[in-house]
């Protein structure tokens, strides 16, 4: 009998042979699997069984009757599972961690058996599995010559370190299997793939763009100090890869000057590829963009840019003959197999914790990367240890260099304060020439107005030509922006998360264009403006906050160092309360370090680093309600490295509890343009949605579900497509397109007229 694994999508054409899938699959994820570990086979040798073994289920005729049309369901990956244990003993952990791939090569990753869903677990898996004789006889006859009797075990520092092996070795079995059937069910796609300028190429177009950036910048203090970064940055390139630290007052150029480190960096030691984790979307829009448009110009395909709100230029079905179109940049993104990555911490961190393939499936990618972390102070409390453990074991076991870069360093180091902080990070700045950087780079007075009302911010708001004013929540942006323009004020805007992402990018270029002409610009906003984000106010007003994050506006303010001048940074204190428990923690002890201590010196590298110090130092000494690990609220770490049974590592239960920020959200298109409107009709009509959707990701805005079962109702926001997966907002007179984004007032406020259809 003739087995397949796969039937053409043209009628006619040849049907796949099971064992040439299979063969195809060993090979690949054998090569992607070699790269984990350089210099030794037996990661390769890993991922080749895997591949010979992930379709084993399909020697199965039931199977074979399902690809001749007949309508019945087969589970085929289980029975891969059952006979990696079986070769390679269920005493070993070698077995499990193969069946673990195996049988969630479609599903996902599953749980061992002492995870959440006990009906889905691995173990049960197996129990009820019934291997019809025809496998077994099969894979005897034409993949068992092809299995090694035995595999070697490497020595891990703990179960979670086994757990993210478990996972890359996963990556590069979901990668290979889904570019090998890719390659026979689709060869004009897989064409697309790959193109992409190399390391080489992108690092002396960056040197090109540099020298010519030096040539036009007019000598002040603060060029002096970018240079220098820039300089101890290519030094920094020639240490062997690790852990390093860039400490860089705002405005100090560390955005170029970490890409130089990283492509410098990599093409020394042999890297493969520059991985960006940015914490906002709106720094992510402007780094990429950076990147794009300057560094990389005239490079088709040099930055991957891997978020929620990102679309890639051209239409829907485009495919741009020089590499840039969006199916190519829908391919990379897939597995991230391009030269530069610009990507979220969300999608970072939670792709390294995620079950399903479509998540893991880079995974194998990020080896051998120079990962810039960037604003690294902003990694959420609740998850660090877990994100620190992550980022020790790839620069430990994977070969990563890790770069922190940030204005605020944090105490990530081990036992100052933290016991569980990464050890030997190498700082590129010198740590003993910090007061001296902060005093070369100071640009800004910081002082402390005390209480203030939304009257008395709008007048002061009102009485400065420009000045940018930095709140907590949506709610209280909202707020004064309207107390402003009932006061006529000119000039004025709005920025939130409200808004979005295509409405922020408008209202950022004229912000921009207005602070360039000396126009009156007065800018409310939450504070998303505050990392990253490329503006130059000369007053800045900031509600009490974390010291970080008074820091970051900061930035905001005096940009570029005007010589004689000094910005100036005006803390208030506000009634309003934000509700997040760690954005509350964090302003709280500012209060606390700058009590008794003159607000002049809050940008003070000694003061900054005791915000650190005592930021972490609290929370060690606290437990959550339930007793647990304040910094590992999810116990996503905790249940991974102690877990001590190979039969009940719980992948899927981690991965469905770990995110990096409140998930309790929904996305709702915004049909903000005509374009997008278009985009939205069609989505309606579509059976195969996903270029659409991709395009309509700058068109998103999240609210609260509790919010969204209330405007659902209403009528407001109504869920559409063919299987109402998309959710679109109807009534545009809930979207102010002129400054505040999507207003979700209680639609039980709407007058009887407005609720007239």
């Known amino acids: 009998m003739a087995w397949y694994a796969h039937t053409p999508k043209i009628p006619g054409d040849p049907w796949e042979p099971l064992r040439e899938h299979l063969l195809r699959v060993a090979a690949r994820a054998e090569g992607f699997a070699a790269v984990l570990f350089p210099g030794s086979a037996w990661a390769g040798a890993w991922a080749r069984v895997l591949g010979l073994l992930h379709d084993a289920g399909k020697y199965a005729e039931a199977f074979q009757r399902l690809l001749n049309g007949e309508n019945i369901r087969i589970d085929h990956s289980t029975a891969g599972a059952v006979l990696a244990l079986e070769r390679y003993g269920k005493d070993s952990p070698v077995g499990w961690l193969l069946a673990y791939a195996v049988a969630g090569h479609h599903a996902g990753l599953p749980d061992g058996g002492m995870g959440g869903n006990e009906g889905a677990s691995l173990t049960v898996r197996l129990r009820k599995a019934k291997l019809p004789g025809s496998v077994r006889a099969e894979v005897l006859r034409e993949i068992g010559p092809l299995l090694p009797a035995e595999l070697p075990l490497p020595t891990f520092v703990d179960w979670f370190a086994v757990a993210l092996f478990a996972r890359m070795i996963f990556s590069c079995l979901t990668d290979a299997d889904a570019l090998a059937t890719e390659g026979y069910s689709d060869p004009e796609q897989a064409a697309l793939r790959g193109g992409q300028p190399d390391l080489p190429t992108l690092a002396a177009a960056l040197r090109m763009h540099l020298v010519g950036k030096a040539a036009k910048a007019t000598p002040s203090d603060v060029n002096r100090i970018r240079t220098e970064v820039l300089e101890r940055c290519r030094d920094a390139a020639a240490l062997p890869p690790g852990l390093f630290s860039l400490a860089v007052p705002t405005g100090g150029g560390k955005t170029l000057s970490s890409l130089s480190f990283a492509l410098e960096h990599a093409q020394r030691h042999g890297l493969r590829r520059v991985i960006y984790v940015i914490p906002y979307l709106s720094i992510i829009e402007q780094t990429a963009e950076t990147f794009r448009e300057d560094a990389f110009a005239g490079l088709p395909g040099a930055v991957l840019e891997h978020h929620s709100a990102y679309a890639p230029p051209g239409g829907f079905d485009d495919r741009d003959e020089e590499g840039v179109g969006p199916d190519r940049h829908k391919l990379a993104s897939e597995n991230w197999d391009s030269p530069v990555t610009v990507t979220t911490a969300v999608q970072f961190f939670e792709s390294f914790f995620a079950a399903r393939p479509s998540r893991c499936r880079k995974l194998h ?156 610009c007065r800018v409310v906003s939450t504070q998303l403006v505050e990392a990253g984000v490329d503006v130059d106010f000369p007053l800045v007003l900031r509600a009490m906050a974390g010291l970080d994050s008074i820091i970051q506006s900061a930035g905001r303010c005096n940009r570029e160092g005007r010589p004689g ?107 903000y343009t005509e374009e997008a409107q278009r985009w939205a009709d069609a989505l309606r009509a579509t059976e195969r949605p996903g270029a659409i959707a991709r395009k309509l990701q700058r068109f998103i805005v999240t609210i609260p579900r509790g919010q969204l079962a209330q405007l659902m109702v209403a009528g407001i926001v109504k869920a559409i497509g063919e299987h109402g997966q998309f959710l679109l907002l109807t009534d545009l007179s809930y979207y102010d397109d002129a400054a505040l984004g999507l207003v979700t007032r209680d639609p039980r406020d709407r007058t009887e007229v407005e609720n007239v259809v």
């Open 365 to 520: 990618n990020v080896a051998r990367s120079v990962i810039v972390l960037d604003e690294a102070q902003l990694l959420p409390l609740p998850h660090l240890r877990p994100c620190l453990a992550l980022l020790d074991a790839l620069a430990r076991d994977y070969g990563c260099t890790i770069l922190l870069s940030t204005a605020t360093q944090p105490a990530l180091d081990r036992d100052r304060p933290l016991a569980f902080g990464l050890t030997g990070i190498r700082p590129i700045m010198p740590e003993d020439g910090a007061p001296a950087l902060h005093k070369a780079m100071e640009r800004v007075t910081v002082e402390h107005a005390g209480l203030l009302d939304d009257e008395a911010l709008a007048d002061r708001m009102r009485n400065a030509t420009q000045a940018l004013c930095v709140l907590d929540t949506r709610g209280h942006a909202a707020d004064l922006y309207r107390a402003l323009r009932d006061r006529e004020v000119e000039g004025l805007y709005h920025l939130s998360a409200a808004m979005c992402a295509e409405h922020r990018s408008t209202v950022l270029a004229a912000i921009r264009a207005d602070l360039a002409e000396g126009r009156p």
């Open 565 to 671: 001048l000094f910005g100036r940074v005006v803390v208030f204190d506000t009634a309003r309360r934000n509700g997040l428990s760690d954005l509350n923690r964090r302003r709280d002890l500012t209060r606390e370090i700058m009590d008794g201590r003159p607000w002049d010196r809050a940008l003070h590298p000694d003061v900054i680093a005791t915000y650190f110090r005592r930021l972490y130092s609290a929370d060690k000494r606290k437990r959550t309600a339930s007793g647990g690990d304040p910094y590992d609220r999810t116990e996503a770490w905790s249940r991974l490295a102690t877990t001590n049974r190979r039969d009940a590592i719980p992948f899927r239960a981690v991965a469905a509890d770990f995110h990096l920020i409140d998930n309790d959200q929904a996305a709702v298109i915004v049909p």
